[in-house]
């Protein structure tokens, strides 16, 4: 059963430390994507990559957070400094494109809580 | 701008009693439309892709279908266990081959036994 997985699931940190959030994409899939999802702006896209190139991250904080791919089976999000208004669910999905469309299959999130 | 956007908020139903969701969405050319399911806690689950226009996908008590503006997602006699958020999402032409999608807000639905 192929799925995404994402570490930690849970994090608690004070203000100005170093958070990293990883993520195994599905075997085979050449996209990942990083979100966040709070209730007040629901998801919102942060960075995407395919063939662990990056192609859009203009959905994030340039100057705090930071996404990278180092191989096909690892993505990794940071935040330094990481501020309260960080707190929320980041997601990881990852897709195949050489389909007709690109569904994407979510990891099952870390909880970020900044105090 | 490529929009999407979901009614209602929030719905409540009893056990049994059929509803449809809506998602209406605005896109310079459609490449696929996706429905996902959200448990509390949980990543959102992949349920149905549609392509074009008068598609329609089944899945036990859901039913998805797609016309030029927008989806519904029917769900037919509804259980508690249909508890959940459920997000629509389009893939837009102008995508290109990058996968990313346009996300609305939701829906939560409550199925009262």
């Known amino acids: 059963d192929a799925r995404v997985t994402q570490t930690p699931r849970d994090k608690v940190t004070e203000m100005g430390q170093e958070v990293t959030m990883r993520c195994q994409p599905i075997?085979?899939?050449?996209?990942v994507f990083w979100y966040r999802q709070t209730m007040m702006q629901g998801l919102e896209l942060l960075a995407y990559?395919?063939?662990?190139?990056?192609?859009?991250d203009s959905g994030m904080p340039k100057d705090r957070f930071s996404a990278e791919m180092p191989d096909a089976t690892l993505a990794t999000l940071k935040i330094q400094p990481s501020e309260p208004r960080d707190s929320a669910v980041y997601f990881c999905?990852?897709?195949?494109?050489?389909?007709?469309?690109?569904?994407?299959?979510f990891g099952p999130g870390t909880r970020l809580t900044v105090l | 701008e490529d929009q999407v956007t979901q009614s209602p908020e929030a719905l409540r139903l009893q056990e049994g009693e059929s509803s449809s969701l809506n998602c209406s969405y605005t896109?310079?050319?459609?490449?696929?439309l996706f429905w996902y399911r959200q448990d509390p806690g949980k990543g959102p689950e992949f349920l149905f892709t549609?392509?074009?226009a008068g598609e329609e996908k089944e899945k036990e008590r859901l039913k998805a279908t797609l016309t030029k503006k927008e989806s519904f997602l029917h769900i037919t006699a509804p259980k508690p266990e249909d508890s959940a958020t459920y997000l629509c999402?389009?893939?837009?032409?102008?995508?290109?081959?990058?996968?990313?999608?346009?996300f609305g807000q939701g829906t939560t639905l409550q199925v009262k036994p």
């Open positions: 549609l392509y074009s």
């Open positions: 990559f395919r063939n662990r190139a990056p192609l859009d």
């Open positions: 896109v310079s050319g459609l490449r696929g």
């Open positions: 075997l085979g899939h050449n996209t």
């Open positions: 999905a990852s897709g195949s494109t050489s389909g007709r469309t690109n569904e994407q299959f």
């Open positions: 999402a389009v893939q837009a032409d102008g995508s290109g081959n990058t996968g990313k999608l346009i």
